[in-house]
């Protein structure tokens, strides 16, 4: 791990340079058979992009357990489910491919952090062998290591998303595609046009 100016600025101020450096030491450019346990282990993470101009992205990915795969020790894969039609992360991906991965197991606190850079193809040969899938992202690892635990919450999983795709690839159509804003905005081939598709029970928003 290389540290910029600013962070190695930081870094003297609250003498924490020797620190950096012994964690630096345990940052692998590769996935070691642990990482690849707990990263397939996960049932969602948080992804971070940026658009040409560095403007940031950072959203959250979900699905069932094993929706990540590690291809290779320098390379793991996720799909891209129907969202809200804007893109954000995906088209930044096409527009600059560095990403950072933040996978967190929140019952224990153990979290991953892992950069690299990506690249999106609709027709990837790994699409039909994820069930709903528009997309898939392939993403080369640069960095990967392991981040203290020591501030992060501990939940327990209460119910897993009813939109996860079933291994036919349906899913229910979520009740927000049903408000009549979105009236003739949705694509024609989008299940919500369909009256006698199941929904989910609506959510609260906030």
Known sequence: MNYHEAQRALQDRFDTRRLA????????????????????DREMFFLATSDSAGWPECSYKGGDKGFVRVIDESTLTFPVYDGNGMFLSCGNLMVNPRVGMLFVNLENGTRLRLNGEASIDPDDPLVETYPGAKMVVRVRTQKVFVNCRRYVHRYQQVQQSPFDPAPEGDAPVPDWKLDPWFDGTLPASDPANDPSCPTAEAIPRF
């Open 21 to 40: 450096d012994r964690l630096a030491e345990g940052t692998s450019q590769t996935i070691s058979p642990q990482h690849k346990r707990f990263i397939e």
